[in-house]
Nanobody
Framework: QVQLVESGGGSVQPGGSLRLSCAAS????????MGWYRQVPGKQRELVAT???????NYADSVRGRFTISRDNAKNTVFLQMNSLKAEDTAVYYC??????????????WGQGTQVTVSS
């Protein structure tokens, strides 16, 4: 089995920063794309940022220039540095990984989510 565990959420004032981490563990051969998504009550989960194994990144327009996604392939970990946070960034943030298991197949896994609250 594979687990993704997020950490680093919390409460911050507008303009502040937070850094999220997500560590994958378990029966992993390799991890292809990893990403961060967010969801607020009553709305669909939306993409925040993704990063390929080779380091190519993609961002939602709403966070481009403020958020930075990165990863440590040796530690199966992905990060999200969030700067200049706004109230509208408040959401539960989920980590997602496209994991290649030892059977050679790709599987998608999600973390349990971490709350980010931006409020004065």
């Amino acid at each position: 089995q594979v687990q993704l565990v997020e950490s680093g959420g919390g409460s911050v004032q507008p303009g502040g920063s937070l850094r999220l981490s997500c560590a994958a563990s378990g029966s992993i051969f390799s991890i292809n794309a990893m990403g961060w998504y967010r969801q607020v009550p009553g709305k669909q989960r939306e993409l925040v940022a993704t990063i390929t194994k080779g380091g190519s990144t993609n961002y939602a327009d709403s966070v481009r220039g403020r958020f930075t996604i990165s990863r440590d392939n040796a530690k199966n970990t992905v990060f999200l540095q969030m700067n200049s946070l706004k109230a509208e960034d408040t959401a539960v943030y989920y980590c997602e990984g496209t994991v290649v298991r030892r059977d050679g197949r790709e599987y998608h896994y999600w973390g349990q989510g971490t709350q980010v609250t931006v409020s004065s």
